[in-house]
């Protein structure tokens, strides 16, 4: 098929130009001077984005998954109790990773569409007087359902109640999007993947682990190997690995974050959270609701579109892919079928975002809901229009 294709689903995401060329090179030796200077640079540019000081940036060749397992077996012991918030299917998988490891997990249930409740994390963790709990898992921005968590709210309510236990975020899919700050927020581990916000090809997991975290893995954690973050960190010091890291992605990663700082992290939240809102009017405009029902906690970085009862999001995700090339995010766990998701974030402009939508038009209508074609479109451009201070002519304007 003629032309780019459209990845939206949210995350893997569309890597720019400039990150596959820095990683067509020829393979860096891992036990040489050139490839130490380039983790140094990594993991300080990691830090910037976690807005972190206090943290340590630790990467493992894997995927986000990979890096829920670092973040349990590094700091928890089987038969440890985890409180887990669950408002999607990454928070279901996260609570399952715990539980597959050893942990006695614990669930607060939170309807899919809406925020953790950082009022029912104070109620459970103030009623553990014995401080039996040792961690609180939350999903800051959960990709099933497209909502946003407050994690600064979280840890307040940790706090409120006095309670030890370690906050472990994932990260997954707000890193590089979205706001996220590590040390304000007193996250003891976060955990990322390279293929979201970072713009990278599938392959990394990013972790920051804070001191209370490192501390819990120097006195106790799991029987591990590969994914003990300890020999990680002492190697990194001197720029290298305790195994062959994944160099062409590293690469890749740096490009990464020269984009991300030549933008700004500033501007880039900015414009998540600009082009979220135009998706937003757009799905407004075909009357459709989205998922997530509280205005607060709409997510920058994707959006949940609910299709009408006997439509199958399946058939319309397939669609698209096969006549469009357009890619959008299917259902997942409960919401198979029932939802699609369009994924708007990464390497990505407004422009891009109405060509997405007038595809998804098209998609809808042979689908066979009758939105007018352009009405999402239009909302969206007349979003955009008020948002960028673009007044109708002044861009043709004489100087
Ligand atoms: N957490 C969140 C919020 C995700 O969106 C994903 C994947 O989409 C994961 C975890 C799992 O990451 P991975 O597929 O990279 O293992």
């Given at each position: 098929?003629?032309?780019?294709?459209?990845?939206?689903v949210p995350g893997p995401?569309?890597?720019?130009?400039?990150?596959?060329?820095?990683?067509?090179?020829?393979?860096?030796?891992?036990?040489?001077?050139?490839?130490?200077?380039?983790?140094?640079?990594?993991?300080?540019?990691?830090?910037?984005?976690?807005?972190?000081?206090?943290?340590?940036?630790?990467?493992?060749?894997?995927?986000?998954?990979?890096?829920?397992?670092?973040?349990?077996?590094?700091?928890?012991?089987?038969?440890?109790?985890?409180?887990?918030?669950?408002?999607?299917?990454f928070g279901t998988l996260?609570?399952?990773?715990?539980?597959?490891?050893?942990?006695?997990?614990?669930?607060?249930?939170?309807?899919?569409?809406?925020?953790?409740?950082?009022?029912?994390?104070?109620?459970?963790?103030?009623?553990?007087?014995?401080?039996?709990?040792?961690?609180?898992?939350?999903?800051?921005?959960?990709?099933?359902?497209?909502?946003?968590?407050?994690?600064?709210?979280?840890?307040?309510?940790?706090?409120?109640?006095?309670?030890?236990?370690?906050?472990?975020?994932?990260?997954?899919?707000?890193?590089?999007?979205?706001?996220?700050?590590?040390?304000?927020?007193?996250?003891?581990?976060?955990?990322?993947?390279?293929?979201?916000?970072?713009?990278?090809?599938?392959?990394?997991?990013?972790?920051?682990?804070?001191?209370?975290?490192?501390?819990?893995?120097?006195?106790?954690?799991?029987?591990?190997?590969?994914?003990?973050?300890?020999?990680?960190?002492?190697?990194?010091?001197?720029?290298?690995?305790?195994?062959?890291?994944?160099?062409?992605?590293?690469?890749?990663?740096?490009?990464?974050?020269?984009?991300?700082?030549?933008?700004?992290?500033?501007?880039?939240?900015?414009?998540?959270?600009?082009?979220?809102?135009?998706?937003?009017?757009?799905?407004?405009?075909?009357?459709?609701?989205?998922?997530?029902?509280?205005?607060?906690?709409?997510?920058?970085?994707?959006?949940?579109?609910?299709?009408?009862?006997?439509?199958?999001?399946?058939?319309?995700?397939?669609?698209?892919?096969?006549?469009?090339?357009?890619?959008?995010?299917?259902?997942?766990?409960?919401?198979?079928?029932?939802?699609?998701?369009?994924?708007?974030?990464?390497?990505?402009?407004?422009?891009?975002?109405?060509?997405?939508?007038?595809?998804?038009?098209?998609?809808?209508?042979?689908?066979?809901?009758?939105?007018?074609?352009?009405?999402?479109?239009?909302?969206?451009?007349?979003?955009?229009?008020?948002?960028?201070?673009?007044?109708?002519?002044?861009?043709?304007?004489?100087?």
């Amino acid at each position: 098929m003629p032309g780019r294709p459209f990845l939206q689903v949210p995350g893997p995401t569309n890597v720019p130009e400039r990150i596959l060329r820095a990683m067509a090179q020829p393979v860096l030796d891992h036990r040489g001077a050139e490839f130490a200077a380039l983790t140094r640079e990594l993991l300080d540019g990691l830090k910037r984005v976690f807005q972190t000081t206090a943290g340590t940036v630790v990467l493992f060749p894997g995927s986000g998954t990979a890096g829920w397992e670092a973040a349990i077996v590094n700091t928890l012991s089987s038969g440890d109790r985890v409180l887990a918030a669950v408002n999607g299917q990454f928070g279901t998988l996260f609570a399952q990773c715990a539980q597959a490891l050893g942990m006695e997990v614990e669930e607060i249930a939170i309807p899919w569409g809406a925020a953790v409740s950082p009022a029912a994390i104070h109620e459970r963790l103030a009623a553990d007087r014995a401080h039996t709990i040792k961690a609180v898992l939350v999903v800051h921005n959960e990709t099933s359902t497209g909502v946003t968590s407050d994690v600064a709210a979280v840890r307040a309510a940790m706090d409120a109640a006095r309670h030890p236990a370690l906050l472990l975020v994932d990260a997954v899919s707000s890193l590089g999007s979205i706001d996220f700050r590590f040390d304000e927020w007193g996250v003891d581990v976060a955990v990322c993947g390279s293929q979201k916000g970072l713009m990278l090809p599938p392959g990394t997991a990013i972790l920051c682990v804070g001191p209370g975290a490192l501390a819990a893995g120097e006195r106790g954690g799991s029987p591990r190997y590969f994914l003990d973050w300890r020999p990680v960190i002492a190697q990194n010091r001197d720029g290298f690995f305790p195994y062959t890291p994944a160099t062409s992605l590293l690469l890749g990663m740096r490009e990464a974050l020269h984009l991300l700082f030549e933008e700004g992290l500033a501007r880039v939240f900015a414009r998540h959270t600009r082009l979220a809102e135009g998706v937003r009017r757009a799905v407004r405009a075909w009357e459709l609701p989205i998922l997530c029902g509280d205005a607060q906690s709409h997510s920058p970085t994707l959006t949940a579109v609910v299709l009408p009862e006997g439509m199958d999001s399946g058939r319309l995700i397939a669609w698209a892919a096969a006549h469009l090339h357009l890619s959008l995010g299917a259902g997942l766990g409960k919401l198979r079928g029932r939802v699609f998701r369009i994924g708007h974030l990464g390497w990505l402009n407004e422009v891009e975002v109405l060509g997405v939508l007038g595809g998804v038009e098209i998609a809808l209508n042979v689908a066979g809901l009758q939105v007018p074609p352009g009405s999402g479109v239009s909302a969206c451009a007349s979003w955009f229009l008020r948002s960028m201070r673009v007044t109708a002519g002044e861009g043709a304007q004489k100087s």
